[in-house]
């Protein structure tokens, strides 16, 4: 099909915009919903096939709308039923988008940037560096992506969470429109809690996310105090504990959120002595908390160890002492480095590829 030269992707744009769209071009703004429910209801995304349109609209949207999906450049599945695609993100780079059913759900698992900048030491998607952001429409494509090869006859995807490759609040703008779509009845119809938005805690973002979108909040705290923070989360340097837990708790009383959930990475003899279990049941006792204790998957040339079993059951009955909802999440898709934390593409030269491919080509 030929496109107009700068035809923008109508893939993940919010209702309003979508309508604006429309009526910017002399069209109802109605088309927008007949527009959302072809996509994202029907999945179909071939213009010449959405029979309620006019003819020639048709013909103009297949000529300026943009709706195409990214290539699957790899597929794998875990021994757990745990699925990853590795998507084409163009000019050699790539993302990951994860699939893990669930008993009860299904939790798609999406990359809001190619790389981070924040740099954890124990994170795999830190080690590549930050590449770019992705555009709503490239993170809306990830979960048309995985609806499109989960197919029926598997559990469907009902719950989506930000907590791919990136640090969702740096591409604040796209992430904010792609979770929209998300929520909206006429895009993916999700309760604003079966969406969640995992961040290192850029604190002025949680602040103005609050004023726009009302997603369930997850923060990785993996440290209880600031100076052992510093190191674990670089970014804690510029945005510390205190301005940015009263920054969470203002969130969940503004969204009417039931709680905030907080991940904290287990790392052995780093942050999971009965101490550090003390000092963080102390930030979160009485708070609208729940915690997260998140095995630590090994990263190749990382310097840290899972804690032992024994350890993290220690770590978690002082929490759960305290008063604090607290579980041990279960590690899922590690034998094809799809678990948290373990994401990347090969990257050479700056430029991703994936893993598997070749680094010459
Ligand atoms: N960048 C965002 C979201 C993506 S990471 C964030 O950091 O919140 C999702 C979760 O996995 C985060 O809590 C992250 O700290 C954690 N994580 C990163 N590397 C990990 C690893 N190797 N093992 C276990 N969890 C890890
Ligand atoms: Fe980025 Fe999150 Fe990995 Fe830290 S843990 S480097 S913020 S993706």
């Not at 726009?212 to 504990?241: I, M, Q, T």
Request: net charge positive; proline share 5%; aromatic share 6%.
């Amino acid at each position: 099909m030929n496109r107009e030269a700068g035809a923008v992707s109508l893939l993940g744009l919010p209702r309003d915009e979508l309508e604006e769209w429309f009526v910017s071009r002399g069209e109802a703004a109605f088309r927008a919903r007949q527009l959302m429910r072809w996509l994202y209801h029907r999945g179909e995304l071939e213009p010449r096939r959405m029979t309620d349109m006019t003819l020639s609209l048709r013909e103009s949207l297949g000529r300026t709308a943009g709706l195409v999906l990214p290539n699957v450049l790899r597929h794998e599945r875990s021994a757990d039923g745990t699925r990853k695609w590795l998507l084409d993100a163009g000019g050699g780079q790539v993302i990951e988008t994860v699939f893990i059913p669930e008993r009860a759900r299904g939790s798609l698992c999406v990359s809001s940037q190619v790389g981070c900048a924040v740099n954890c030491p124990f994170c795999a998607t830190g080690q590549m560096g930050f590449n770019r952001n992705l555009s709503a429409a490239e993170i809306v494509a990830q979960v048309l992506v995985a609806r499109r090869e989960i197919g029926a006859g598997e559990r469907a995807i009902t719950n989506i969470v930000f907590m791919g490759m990136g640090e969702p609040l740096a591409n604040f703008r796209e992430v904010v429109r792609a979770a929209s779509v998300f929520v909206d009845h006429l895009g993916l119809g999700l309760s604003r809690r079966r969406v969640t938005l995992s961040t290192s805690g850029i604190t002025p973002r949680i602040r103005k996310l609050a004023a726009v979108s009302r997603v369930a909040l997850a923060l990785s705290l993996h440290a209880p105090d600031d100076e052992l923070r510093n190191f674990l989360v670089p970014l804690n340097k510029r945005y510390p504990l205190g301005p940015l837990l009263d920054a969470c708790w203002n969130y969940a009383r503004e969204t009417e959120s039931r709680e905030i959930t907080f991940e904290y990475v287990m790392l052995d003899g780093v942050n999971d002595q009965p101490h550090q279990a003390r000092a963080l049941a102390k930030l979160l006792r009485d708070r609208p908390a729940k915690l997260n204790l998140i095995p630590y998957n090994r990263v190749e040339g990382a310097p840290f160890k899972c804690s032992p079993r024994d350890v993290i059951d220690r770590f978690r009955q002082v929490l759960l002492d305290a008063g604090i909802m607290t579980i041990t999440r279960k590690t899922r898709g590690d034998d094809i480095d799809a678990a948290c934390g373990q994401l990347r593409g090969t990257v050479l030269n700056g430029r991703s590829v994936p893993a598997g491919m070749s680094a010459r080509a």
